[in-house]
Every structure is written in C-alpha cells, then in structure tokens.
C-alpha cells in the first residue's frame, strides 16, 4: 500500500503565499508522477500542477506563474508554493502520486487533502 500525508493549508489573506508539502510513503518500488489537485464546494476535481520523471512540469492555466512545483531532497517528496494567492484559489488540495509498487504493481494514490482558504 502507498500512502500520502499533505501538509502545509491554511487560511491566508489574498495576495498572500503558502506551501503545501506531500510525502509519500509504503511499498513503492518507484514513482513516475506527482501532483496536486484541488476541489472547490460544487466543483469538480482539478489538476493544479503536475510533475513526472522528476522534471517535465505541466500547469493548469488559472495558476501559472504563481505556482511552482518541486519534488524535495528527501525522497518521493513534492512541494506545491503559491502565491499571489486569489479568492478562487480556495479549495481542498489533494496530493497524488503515480508508481510502482515493489510488486511491480501500477498505483495512483492520493492524500487524504489539506484546505486552503484566501479571505480576507
């Protein structure tokens, strides 16, 4: 089993910045791809920025340029900074993780979500 623990949401005022952090943990063999997604009350489910094969970065376009995604020093680790932080960035933050188990078995998992609020 493969399991995600985010950290880092908050409320924040607009404008302002935050860091979530996902650390992904269990029987993996290795991972492809991590993520971060987000759900706002009544929507769907949305990708926020990924990044695979430790390298190659894809962002949705209501955040770019006020996100960055990095994959951390410890292992199988991502970071999500954000800033100039919009109303409408507020939403639940899901964590993803695409693999391998040490079984060779493909997985994606997900955190259980960290909210973030920006209000003023």
């Known amino acids: 089993q493969v399991q995600l623990v985010e950290s880092g949401g908050g409320l924040v005022q607009p404008g302002g910045s935050l860091r979530l952090s996902c650390a992904a943990s269990g029987s993996i063999l290795s991972i492809n791809a991590m993520g971060w997604y987000r759900q706002a009350p009544g929507k769907q489910r949305e990708l926020v920025a990924r990044?695979?094969?430790?390298?190659?970065?894809n962002y949705a376009d209501s955040v770019k340029g006020r996100v960055t995604i990095s994959t951390g020093n410890a292992k199988n680790t991502v970071y999500l900074e954000m800033n100039s932080l919009k109303p409408e960035d507020t939403a639940v933050y899901y964590c993803?993780?695409?693999?391998?188990?040490?079984?060779?078995?493909?997985?994606?998992?997900w955190g259980q979500g960290t909210q973030v609020t920006v209000s003023s």
């Open positions: 993803n993780a695409e693999g391998r188990t040490n079984l060779g078995i493909p997985f994606s998992s």
């Open positions: 990044i695979a094969n430790g390298a190659s970065r």
